[in-house]
């Protein structure tokens, strides 16, 4: 065999073989999973009050800024966070949490008159939901963890406003970060539980 024709045969084993390779990376390629902060069939409390008049509005909600992407953060308890890449919000991490709580809000409390700010011009909250998420973090496999303060404003402004502050740890089932993100629905609906709970007292 010539040096010719061996070299010829040995670059063409090579292409194939790259493209062997880059067939086999392709075949194997992780998909996305996409997660919302609101699972509508958890433990589903009983309305704490029923009251058709009421409307409540909530946000706007505001984040740390590392939660201000698609790409989940675990982890933050030492500062450090880990982002994953094929584990990502289906949309921005504020208004998904504002719709989750507006959804669970809206059951607690016995009403659908809630809404996520900003409000049609049509639609006139009684009360106004404002939300500082301290902390969104925990470890897959550990805990899910969610420190939030909330600020009810009454739009008629006859009973002021309240604040109130919750730290909420959930045990995820596993060491999956889709285990880790059904831990963390459950503290937004824990979340959403105290603050329906705050509005009914101030109602009192």
């Keep these: 065999m010539t040096r010719k024709n061996s070299r010829f ?4 084993l090579l292409a194939l073989a790259c493209a ?21 069939t958890l433990h589903g409390a ?7 008049d009421i409307s409540v509005s909530v946000g706007p909600v505001i984040i740390p800024d590392i939660l ?5 953060a675990t982890g ?3 500062g450090s966070y880990d982002l994953t890449e ?3 919000w289906s949309g921005d991490v504020d208004r998904d949490l504002a719709r989750a709580l507006a959804e669970h809000l809206a059951q607690a409390l016995g009403t659908q008159r809630v809404s996520v700010f900003p409000w049609d011009q049509d639609f006139t909250p009684t009360y106004q939901v404002l939300v500082d998420v301290l902390f969104m973090g925990g470890e897959p496999g550990g805990e899910a963890i969610l420190s939030a303060r909330w600020n009810i404003i009454n739009k008629a402004g006859k009973e002021g406003s309240s604040t109130r502050r919750i730290d909420l740890r959930e045990v995820s089932a596993g060491p999956d970060v889709a285990q880790w993100v059904a831990a963390q629905q ?18 009192k």
Excluded: W
């Excluded at 062997?20 to 509508?40: D, E, M, N, Q």
């Excluded at 009983?46 to 058709?52: C, F, L, P, R, V």
């Excluded at 201000?68 to 989940?72: D, L, V």
């Design 46 to 52: 009983e309305a704490s009050m029923t009251d058709g």
């Design 68 to 72: 201000k992407q698609t790409r989940i």
């Design 9 to 12: 045969r040995f670059t063409a």
């Design 76 to 78: 933050g308890a030492d």
């Design 186 to 203: 459950l503290n937004v609906e824990k979340l959403g539980e105290a603050i329906a709970q705050t509005i009914s007292e101030i109602r």
């Design 86 to 88: 094929y584990h990502r």
């Design 20 to 40: 062997t390779l880059l067939a086999g990376c392709a075949g194997s390629k992780t998909p996305t999973v996409y997660y919302s902060l609101y699972a509508p």
